[in-house]
């Protein structure tokens, strides 16, 4: 089986520039979630849904930051306008909430705004 | 969320040798998860293995193997005869409490196996 598949892999933007990131989580997992991973900061959550709907939002940085679920099948993080200081991997994980909560991560995007 | 604690920063071992990383995490629930993730150089995080609260019998995985203690709140992980492939950073985790479905990770354990 797949597993989660994350798009573009890297990404070089400029400050102000929208960028989108992409996630396809393994299919049947019923929980998405969106992190960010920093030397500084470490791991974070940024949002999770469960059942396509967004649960918690409480770790989206600021309003630059929105996330959609339009389906079981894919999800998008969208940052605009972006900054150096977003410069950051991100990573989507999912999972089947009911069997257990372990997450399976997907490669990450390393995202660099200059 | 409640915390998880890795006191580790970074361990280095030789080849062959056995390492144990430690995790303690904080508890106000009769019910948790907990959970080991590894991040190998190449930046995936990988999902190594769950652990109920309910069952407290150790795990063993090949060279790997978990330690569950609830008296003392910890889920400690040793490698047994370190390979250069072990190392990573490795991820202790735990549910988030409360119902929640999120993951609350610790900092991280730095291992470098030294060939």
């Known amino acids: 089986d797949a597993g989660v598949i994350q798009s573009p892999r890297h990404e070089v933007t400029e400050m102000g520039q929208e960028v989108t990131l992409r996630c396809k989580p393994i299919?049947?997992?019923?929980?998405l979630f969106w992190y960010r991973q920093t030397m500084m900061r470490g791991l974070e959550l940024l949002i999770y849904?469960?059942?396509?709907?967004?649960?918690?939002d409480s770790g989206m940085p600021e309003d630059r930051f929105s996330a959609k679920m339009p389906n079981a099948s894919f999800s998008t993080l969208k940052i605009q306008p972006s900054e150096p200081r977003d410069s950051a991997v991100y990573f989507c994980a999912s999972s089947f909430i009911g069997q257990g909560y372990e997450q399976y991560f997907g490669p990450g995007t390393r995202l660099t705004v200059t | 969320a409640q915390k998880v604690t890795q006191a580790q920063t970074e361990i280095s071992v030789v080849e062959k040798e056995d390492v144990t990383l430690d995790c303690v995490y904080e508890t106000r629930d009769t019910t948790y998860y907990l959970f080991w993730y590894k991040q190998p150089p190449s930046g995936e995080l990988v999902f190594l293995i769950r652990r109920n609260s309910f069952d407290e019998q150790n795990e063993i995985s090949g060279r790997y193997s978990w330690n569950f203690q609830k008296s003392t709140s910890s889920f400690n992980f040793t490698i047994t005869a370190s390979q250069v492939v072990d190392s990573a950073v490795y991820f202790c985790?735990?549910?988030?409490?409360?119902?929640?479905?999120?993951?609350?990770f610790g900092k991280g354990t730095k291992l470098s196996v030294i060939p």
């Open positions: 849904f469960n059942n396509n709907v967004p649960i918690d």
């Open positions: 985790a735990r549910d988030s409490g409360a119902g929640s479905y999120q993951l609350t």
């Open positions: 299919s049947g997992h019923n929980s």
